[in-house]
């Protein structure tokens, strides 16, 4: 069983920043797209950025200029590089790895890691 390991969260003041990594607990095919999410209390979860085959990158708006995704495509690993952080930003951060097609679709995710700004 894979599983998507998250680290790099925890509790940073406003303006701050935090970088977060997610990686894979064994070797994976390639992905063809990998992406962050986050659920805030109360709310649903929400997509934040996304990468195919470590190019196209596409960011909401509510965060595009402050976080950056970028990949290791040696071995599968992602970060998200968050800086000018925000309260609102606080919420559970989610990492996501997808390949579709033949050999081996799949749809990882891993375990959700808190991010905290206080105001």
């Known amino acids: 069983q894979v599983q998507l390991v998250e680290s790099g969260g925890g509790l940073v003041q406003a303006g701050g920043s935090l970088r977060l990594s997610c990686a894979a607990s064994?070797?994976?095919?390639?992905?063809?797209?990998m992406g962050w999410y986050r659920q805030a209390p109360g709310k649903q979860r929400e997509l934040l950025a996304t990468?195919?085959?470590?190019?196209?990158?596409v960011y909401v708006d509510s965060v595009k200029g402050r976080f950056t995704i970028s990949t290791d495509n040696d071995d599968n690993t992602m970060y998200l590089r968050m800086n000018s952080l925000k309260p609102e930003d606080t919420a559970v951060y989610y990492c996501?790895?997808?390949?579709?097609?033949?050999?081996?679709?799949?749809?990882?995710w891993g375990q959700g890691t808190q991010v905290t700004v206080s105001a």
């Open positions: 996501n790895m997808r390949r579709v097609g033949y050999p081996g679709p799949y749809d990882y």
């Open positions: 064994k070797p994976i095919l390639s992905p063809n797209s």
């Open positions: 990468t195919a085959n470590g190019e196209n990158f």
